[in-house]
């Protein structure tokens, strides 16, 4: 179906805006959108949050005054296909990771950005089907054998 075929007064998102503005929670619903990131699939949580102990408690936060009753959080995916606002945040995560492994930063050991580098080469084509352990050597082989 092509997004022109699209109607957007079916749509999900499109409801719940509407069901916001009639009740005057729109602000409110943008907050909430806001602080959870926009994300596709939020988590819903329901109930009150109290403070204090014995005879001292005190409601601090109570779902039922919130839009459709709930706390939206952030599902947290690192995965494109699942919730994209989510997976945007672990994005960087990512680079920064495969970065700090090639130039051997965050206590990344040499044989990993030796071995990164390697991979990244022409001369890896030559390699197929193998498993390229790099772990620093404590991986050895059993006494007595030959590889």
Do not use: N
């Not at 075929?5 to 409110?28: I, N, S, T, V």
């Not at 498993?131 to 590889?147: A, C, M, R």
């Amino acid at each position: 179906m092509a997004i022109e075929d699209c109607d957007p007064e079916d749509q999900p998102w499109m409801r719940a805006l509407k069901r916001h503005m009639d009740r005057g929670q729109l602000d409110a619903f943008g907050a909430q959108g806001e602080a959870c990131g926009w994300c596709a699939q939020p988590i819903r949580l329901q109930g009150v949050v109290v403070e204090g102990h014995g005879s001292s408690k005190r409601v601090r936060l109570s779902t039922k005054q919130l839009p459709d009753g709930v706390v939206l959080k952030a599902c947290g995916s690192r995965r494109e296909t699942i919730c994209p606002s989510c997976a945007a945040i672990y994005r960087g995560d990512a680079r920064h990771l495969v970065r700090a492994g090639l130039v051997g930063g965050k206590g990344m050991p040499d044989d990993v950005a030796t071995a990164a580098l390697f991979l990244a080469s022409d001369a890896s084509s030559w390699v197929t089907g193998q498993t390229l352990v790099v772990d620093g050597g404590t991986i050895t082989q059993p006494s007595g054998g030959v590889g």
